[in-house]
T-cell receptor, first 113, second 113 residues
Framework: GQNIDQPTEMTATEGAIVQINCTYQ??????LFWYQQHAGEAPTFLSY????GLEEKGRFSSFLSRSKGYSYLLLKELQMKDSASYLC??????????????FGKGTKLSVKP | DTAVSQTPKYLVTQMGNDKSIKCEQN?????MYWYKQDSKKFLKIMFS???????INETVPNRFSPKSPDKAHLNLHINSLELGDSAVYFC???FGTGGEKLFFGSGTQLSVL
């Protein structure tokens, strides 16, 4: 089976740092994505990790440990506009060169003043 | 200039009706998808097409019939709508079939009464 877990909700304060965790158990692994989704809008790409380690992109960083089936998204200097759902998605191979993204249920982050 | 566009944005209809959602991408991608996001925000793949050919069909009821007239278009027709079909349907596209980064349309909120 495919299982991707992340907390349902988190709250943080403007200007602070927040870490959103994601653990996965999937039949195969070809990389992990983080997407941001504001209410009523489409998910938009944030980051991609295929090798272990930290990928930094401005205020956002994403970490991957393949041996632990674990990733986190780190958001620094939180702003009110960061209030959104954050979706963890695993690229699961389907045979040959094919794969597809399996999404977790998302973590709704609320940033308070 | 919209990369992935889908219409309509909102669809309200009665149980038993038939409806269609249209999707077009101008990114030159070879692969297009339909995802369903339920009330708990769980984003689940329904179908994937590569160059007009169906490559993923995730145990979706056969009341749902995707059609891809060319690689830039993927439409979704739903027959005999049921209450449980109420959800947000997202079209997406990617460069290949290997589980690459997805670009999402803005979603169609379907409400079946």
């Amino acid at each position: 089976g495919q299982n991707i877990d992340q907390p349902t909700e988190m709250t943080a304060t403007e200007g602070a740092i927040v870490q959103i965790n994601c653990t996965y158990q999937t039949s195969g692994f070809n990389g992990l994505f983080w997407y941001q989704q504001h209410a009523g809008e489409a998910p938009t790409f944030l980051s991609y990790n295929v090798l272990d380690g930290l990928e930094e992109k401005g205020r956002f960083s994403s970490f991957l440990s393949r041996s632990k089936g674990y990733s986190y998204l780190l958001l620094k200097e939180l702003q009110m506009k960061d209030s959104a759902s954050y979706l963890c998605a695993v690229n699961r191979p389907r045979g040959g060169s094919q794969g597809n993204l399996i999404f977790g249920k998302g973590t709704k982050l609320s940033v308070k003043p | 200039d919209t990369a992935v566009s889908q219409t309509p944005k909102y669809l309200v209809t009665q149980m038993g009706n038939d409806k269609s959602i249209k999707c077009e991408q101008n990114l030159g991608h070879d692969t297009m998808y339909w995802y369903k996001q339920d009330s708990k925000k769980f984003l689940k793949i329904m179908f994937s097409y590569n160059n007009k050919e169906l490559i993923i069909n995730e145990t979706v009821p056969n009341r749902f019939s995707p059609k891809s007239p060319d690689k830039a278009h993927l439409n979704l027709h739903i027959n005999s709508l049921e209450l449980g079909d109420s959800a947000v349907y997202f079209c997406a596209s990617s460069f290949g079939t290997g589980g690459e980064k997805l670009f999402f349309g803005s979603g169609t909120q379907l409400s079946v009464l």
